[in-house]
């Protein structure tokens, strides 16, 4: 990155132009305050790469967030995480207005008329910006750990704010077709859920007039229908109980985290952690996944599932298990994970820790697996299927635009690019 004159954002608190807030502790919310649906809090699992992840969010009562006035986040507010990822921020966009920061977060406000919000934001994304905040975050701890004086020594480059606003005309192009795809994939991924607790769960699937229903160990269900166990069904392979191995740039393999279980059964690729041929070939010698294939969460976001698009091979990173349907179509094994009765039976199967619950293998083995006639199933796959491929087509152009975004967000901030003849108008998102 060429090298611009700066400002230190301590140097912005100490004039004003800037505050840094840290959430609130803990101790200042009881469990009674988190209610199923209200004002959403945002911790560190719902901190992205520039963007709020909405997956698992938390809620408070309104009375319980005007109590925590100071900590309601504003338009162009942005928001980092305490703990884990340092690297990543959400910016705080209008539809965000009123959440809550969440204890494990810490909060800056511009009000410089130096700085466009969205203007720095895109220069968090930099490598070279990220790399900074790790190196500073590690500090030898098993977990980076960020704080207000760290947050205080970044130095956000002076650029003359018309070339900020055109920066953020040009970025925001993209962001805004990846928002349009963000809306259209979640239509796509409603119409699934819908189809799957209309047949099987109220049991209106197609021709079921007359059919009786039976008990079972999961209730009443269709005559003719059978409950299994999934290793009736699919093969249940456990990740390899290994060291982690490093991430590799020029990494030949794919190494699967956490952080690429994405919402609705997708995988998330926008973050990739690529590893070696021998680490690839050592993490892939119980299972290589491929297309149609399942992975399960064991810890953390217990039972968190993704299904591996066309296209893609990978390996399975530490606390997930592989599913691969043997005897039950693909799109109905992965509709059943995401369904109200894989919920219920994670209540069951799941064990209890003293620090955190777990879904294991020897739990997934026994998911009970309601299942239909083999025509219904097929019928089912036919009519969904289509859709989830539409929705795995969204999701690789949304990382397409992300990859070509990133390209030429560094550039264009470092001033290689120069955007300053552009006739650009001002996006609101620069304001």
């Known amino acids: 990155m060429r090298t611009r004159a700066s400002v230190l954002v301590r140097d912005l608190v100490l004039s004003g132009e800037a505050e840094l807030t840290t959430g609130p502790f803990g ?52 928001v980092f995480g305490r703990k884990g990822a340092v690297e990543r921020h959400a910016y ?33 994304l930099t490598e070279h910006h990220k790399q900074w905040m790790k190196n500073y975050c590690s500090g030898g701890a098993t977990m980076a750990s960020l704080n207000q004086d760290i947050l205080s020594r970044i130095a956000l480059p002076l650029v003359p704010l018309p070339v900020q606003f055109k920066i953020v005309g040009v970025l925001s192009a993209y962001d805004d077709l990846i928002e349009n795809n963000n809306r259209r994939i979640k239509v796509l991924e409603e119409m699934p859920s819908r189809i799957y607790r209309e047949w099987f769960v109220d049991f209106r699937y197609p021709d079921n007039e007359g059919v009786p229903l039976v008990d079972s160990e999961l209730g009443p269900i269709p005559r003719g229908w059978s409950v299994k166990r999934m290793d009736e069904v699919a093969d249940v392979i456990d990740c390899l109980h290994s060291k982690k191995p490093e991430s590799t740039e020029g990494g030949t393999g794919i190494l699967l985290q956490l952080f690429n279980i994405g919402a609705g059964g997708s995988v998330d690729l926008s973050q990739i952690f690529r590893i070696s041929g021998a680490d690839y070939e050592q993490w892939t010698s119980r299972i290589e996944l491929g297309q149609g294939d399942c992975v399960v969460t064991n810890v953390g976001r217990i039972a968190a599932v993704a299904q591996i698009p066309r296209g893609l091979k990978a390996a399975p990173g530490r606390n997930m298990t592989a599913i691969r349907p043997r005897a039950i179509p693909p799109t109905f094994l992965l509709q059943y994970l995401l369904s109200e009765h894989m919920d219920h039976e994670v209540q069951t199967k799941k064990d209890a820790g003293s620090i955190m619950d777990s879904l294991n293998v020897k739990g997934i083995v026994k998911l009970a697996v309601q299942l239909p006639g083999d025509v219904l199933a097929n019928q089912f796959e036919q009519l969904v299927r289509p859709i989830r491929r539409h ?20 550039r264009l901030i470092s001033g290689e690019i120069d955007v300053t003849d552009l006739d650009i108008a001002m996006p609101e998102a620069a304001a």
């Open 27 to 78: 101790t200042q919310l009881k469990a009674s305050e988190y209610v199923a649906a209200g004002v959403p809090l945002i911790n560190v699992r719902n901190i992205g790469f520039g963007e709020v992840r909405s997956t698992d969010l938390e809620y408070l009562s309104e009375k319980t967030a005007v109590r925590l006035g100071r900590h309601r986040l504003e338009t162009g507010d942005i």
């Open 92 to 124: 705080i966009s209008k539809d965000h207005v009123g959440w809550v920061q969440g204890s494990d977060c810490l909060r800056l406000r511009l009000r410089s008329s130096r700085f466009a919000p969205r203007f720095v934001s895109y220069f968090l």
């Open 391 to 410: 929705m795995e087509l969204l999701i690789s152009d949304q990382q397409n635009l992300r990859t070509t975004r990133d390209l030429l967000l560094p």
